[in-house]
Protein backbone atom coordinates (compact mmCIF):
# COMPACT_ATOMS: atom_id res chain seq x y z
CA UNK A 1 0.00 0.00 0.00
CA UNK A 2 3.14 2.38 0.71
CA UNK A 3 4.27 2.31 -3.01
CA UNK A 4 0.97 2.89 -4.20
CA UNK A 5 1.28 6.02 -1.62
CA UNK A 6 4.12 6.68 -3.02
CA UNK A 7 2.74 6.70 -6.80
CA UNK A 8 0.05 8.92 -5.98
CA UNK A 9 2.17 11.12 -4.17
CA UNK A 10 4.19 10.77 -7.47
CA UNK A 11 1.66 11.28 -9.57
CA UNK A 12 0.31 14.37 -7.73
CA UNK A 13 3.85 16.12 -7.46
CA UNK A 14 4.03 15.53 -11.62
CA UNK A 15 0.62 17.16 -11.64
CA UNK A 16 1.72 20.06 -9.63
CA UNK A 17 5.12 20.80 -11.98
CA UNK A 18 2.96 20.46 -15.01
CA UNK A 19 0.33 23.17 -13.49
CA UNK A 20 3.42 25.55 -12.75
CA UNK A 21 5.30 24.97 -16.31
CA UNK A 22 1.49 26.11 -17.75
CA UNK A 23 1.47 28.83 -16.33
CA UNK A 24 4.83 29.72 -16.98
CA UNK A 25 4.06 29.28 -20.41
CA UNK A 26 1.18 31.50 -20.04
CA UNK A 27 3.26 34.31 -17.84
CA UNK A 28 5.97 34.28 -20.89
CA UNK A 29 3.34 34.15 -23.80
CA UNK A 30 1.57 37.33 -22.59
CA UNK A 31 5.11 38.72 -21.67
CA UNK A 32 6.12 37.78 -25.81
CA UNK A 33 2.71 39.21 -26.73
CA UNK A 34 3.19 42.55 -24.87
CA UNK A 35 6.97 42.97 -26.56
CA UNK A 36 5.55 42.12 -29.68
CA UNK A 37 3.01 44.96 -29.21
CA UNK A 38 5.97 47.34 -27.72
CA UNK A 39 8.50 46.48 -31.18
CA UNK A 40 5.19 47.18 -33.51
CA UNK A 41 4.71 50.29 -31.88
CA UNK A 42 8.15 51.28 -32.20
CA UNK A 43 8.52 50.38 -35.78
CA UNK A 44 5.48 52.93 -36.23
CA UNK A 45 7.52 55.67 -34.49
CA UNK A 46 10.75 55.03 -36.96
CA UNK A 47 8.30 54.94 -39.80
CA UNK A 48 7.09 58.30 -38.38
CA UNK A 49 10.19 59.67 -37.91
CA UNK A 50 11.56 59.00 -41.01
CA UNK A 51 8.31 60.27 -42.88
CA UNK A 52 9.30 63.96 -40.50
CA UNK A 53 12.61 64.03 -40.90
CA UNK A 54 12.28 63.13 -44.71
CA UNK A 55 9.83 66.46 -44.60
CA UNK A 56 12.17 68.45 -42.77
CA UNK A 57 15.07 67.63 -45.44
CA UNK A 58 12.84 68.78 -48.22
CA UNK A 59 12.11 71.72 -45.95
CA UNK A 60 15.49 72.63 -45.61
CA UNK A 61 16.66 72.16 -49.19
CA UNK A 62 13.64 74.25 -50.32
CA UNK A 63 14.78 76.98 -47.81
CA UNK A 64 18.11 77.10 -48.84
CA UNK A 65 16.85 77.68 -52.15
CA UNK A 66 15.18 80.87 -50.79
CA UNK A 67 18.23 81.36 -49.60
CA UNK A 68 20.44 81.33 -52.66
CA UNK A 69 17.63 83.40 -54.54
CA UNK A 70 17.65 86.19 -52.23
CA UNK A 71 21.24 86.16 -51.97
CA UNK A 72 21.63 86.26 -55.18
CA UNK A 73 19.06 88.57 -55.76
CA UNK A 74 20.26 90.98 -53.09
CA UNK A 75 23.61 91.27 -54.81
CA UNK A 76 22.26 91.38 -58.40
CA UNK A 77 19.81 94.27 -57.08
CA UNK A 78 21.13 98.03 -57.15
CA UNK A 79 17.43 99.28 -55.04
CA UNK A 80 16.76 101.33 -52.91
CA UNK A 81 18.07 100.56 -49.36
CA UNK A 82 14.56 100.81 -47.96
CA UNK A 83 14.24 97.85 -50.60
CA UNK A 84 17.70 96.08 -49.77
CA UNK A 85 16.98 96.18 -45.93
CA UNK A 86 13.38 94.28 -46.43
CA UNK A 87 15.26 91.83 -48.47
CA UNK A 88 18.42 91.58 -45.76
CA UNK A 89 15.53 91.18 -42.95
CA UNK A 90 13.66 88.68 -45.13
CA UNK A 91 16.77 86.94 -45.62
CA UNK A 92 17.72 86.55 -41.67
CA UNK A 93 14.54 85.22 -40.79
CA UNK A 94 14.62 82.59 -43.61
CA UNK A 95 18.53 81.82 -42.39
CA UNK A 96 17.12 81.46 -38.90
CA UNK A 97 14.02 78.93 -40.11
CA UNK A 98 16.74 77.26 -41.96
CA UNK A 99 18.52 76.81 -38.88
CA UNK A 100 15.48 75.85 -37.04
CA UNK A 101 14.88 73.01 -39.52
CA UNK A 102 18.64 71.91 -39.53
CA UNK A 103 18.19 71.44 -35.79
CA UNK A 104 14.62 69.41 -35.97
CA UNK A 105 16.27 67.60 -38.66
CA UNK A 106 19.10 66.39 -36.19
CA UNK A 107 16.98 65.86 -33.25
CA UNK A 108 15.04 63.75 -35.52
CA UNK A 109 17.56 61.97 -37.11
CA UNK A 110 18.94 61.39 -33.27
CA UNK A 111 15.37 60.22 -32.33
CA UNK A 112 15.45 57.85 -34.87
CA UNK A 113 18.81 56.38 -34.52
CA UNK A 114 17.56 55.77 -30.63
CA UNK A 115 14.03 54.36 -31.60
CA UNK A 116 16.29 51.97 -34.00
CA UNK A 117 18.38 51.25 -31.46
CA UNK A 118 15.74 50.40 -28.52
CA UNK A 119 14.07 48.60 -31.86
CA UNK A 120 16.82 46.29 -31.77
CA UNK A 121 17.01 45.68 -27.92
CA UNK A 122 12.89 44.57 -28.39
CA UNK A 123 13.86 42.40 -30.68
CA UNK A 124 16.39 40.63 -29.22
CA UNK A 125 14.27 40.45 -26.02
CA UNK A 126 11.43 39.10 -27.61
CA UNK A 127 13.80 36.41 -29.02
CA UNK A 128 15.09 35.59 -25.47
CA UNK A 129 11.94 35.30 -24.36
CA UNK A 130 10.33 33.07 -27.50
CA UNK A 131 13.71 30.64 -26.57
CA UNK A 132 12.61 31.07 -22.89
CA UNK A 133 9.00 30.00 -23.84
CA UNK A 134 10.43 26.96 -25.97
CA UNK A 135 12.63 25.68 -23.47
CA UNK A 136 9.13 25.80 -20.85
CA UNK A 137 7.21 24.03 -23.68
CA UNK A 138 9.75 21.26 -24.00
CA UNK A 139 9.65 20.81 -20.18
CA UNK A 140 5.66 20.68 -20.15
CA UNK A 141 5.92 18.17 -22.45
CA UNK A 142 8.82 16.11 -20.92
CA UNK A 143 6.47 16.58 -17.95
CA UNK A 144 3.11 15.40 -19.09
CA UNK A 145 5.51 12.14 -21.08
CA UNK A 146 6.61 11.48 -17.26
CA UNK A 147 3.17 11.91 -16.02
CA UNK A 148 1.43 9.65 -18.81
CA UNK A 149 4.57 6.49 -18.13
CA UNK A 150 3.34 7.04 -14.34
CA UNK A 151 -0.67 7.15 -14.63
CA UNK A 152 0.17 4.27 -16.97
CA UNK A 153 2.63 2.58 -14.34
CA UNK A 154 -0.29 3.20 -11.53
CA UNK A 155 -2.70 1.99 -14.18
CA UNK A 156 -0.72 -1.24 -14.39
CA UNK A 157 -0.05 -1.71 -10.97
CA UNK A 158 -3.91 -1.09 -9.98
CA UNK A 159 -4.73 -3.88 -12.58
CA UNK A 160 -2.07 -5.86 -11.19
CA UNK A 161 -3.36 -5.55 -7.78
CA UNK A 162 -6.42 -6.23 -9.03
CA UNK A 163 -6.11 -9.45 -10.86
CA UNK A 164 -4.45 -10.64 -7.15
Known amino acids: MSSLDG ?4 MVHLKEKEEE ?3 KVEDLTAKNKSLEQENLAKEQEITSLAHKNQLLENEVEKL ?6 LKTSAEESNQSNATNESLQRRLQLLEEEAEQADINLRETN ?4 Q ?3 KAGHYERKVQALESARDQ ?8 SQKYAATRKELEDF ?3 IGAM
Not at 7 to 10: A, D, G, N, R
Not at 110 to 113: C, G, S, V, Y
Request: no cysteine; net charge negative; charged share 50%.
Open 7 to 10: IKQK
Open 21 to 23: ALA
Open 64 to 69: EKIIKD
Open 110 to 113: EKLR
Open 115 to 117: TDV
Open 136 to 143: WEQKHEEV
Open 158 to 160: QAE
